[in-house]
Nanobody, 121 residues
Framework: QLQASGGGLVQPGGSLSLSCAYS????????MAWFRQAPGKEREFVAS??????????TDSVKGRFTITLSRDSAIYSLYLQMNSLKPEDTAVYYC??????????????WGQGTLVTVSS
């Protein structure tokens, strides 16, 4: 139900945009989010956005560089993550998720399959 796309290889300082499409029941959702998991590390929170789109939250390391947005077209919701000024430490598999919100993975009940972002020269 969640399909993430847009990953790839980008040079440090470059930009990349991730997208995630969702079509399904939304009654259990009050927010959507992006998480990421680097090799050998735990999956961590990146950004979240309320269902209304009015409230956003970012982890400190991406503030000012990443922007999360949410749009709706009929029954399809599209979640985006615009990533600018990318750094090698942003390299990870990025996952989109839907759920109650917050920074805890346990608050999210639906997950996309992940898309790999590699920042390297």
């Amino acid at each position: 139900q969640l399909q993430a796309s847009g990953g790839g290889l980008v040079q440090p300082g470059g930009s990349l945009s991730l997208s995630c499409a969702y079509s399904g029941h939304t009654s259990s959702f009050s927010a959507m989010a992006w998480f990421r998991q680097a090799p050998g590390k735990e999956r961590e929170f990146v950004a979240s956005i309320s269902w209304s789109g009015r409230r956003t939250s970012y982890t400190d390391s991406v503030k000012g560089r990443f922007t999360i947005t949410l749009s709706r077209d009929s029954a399809i919701y599209s979640l985006y993550l615009q990533m600018n000024s990318l750094k090698p430490e942003d390299t990870a598999v990025y996952y989109c998720a839907g759920g109650r919100g917050g920074r805890d993975r346990a608050s999210y009940v639906a997950w996309g399959q992940g898309t790999l972002v590699t920042v390297s020269s």
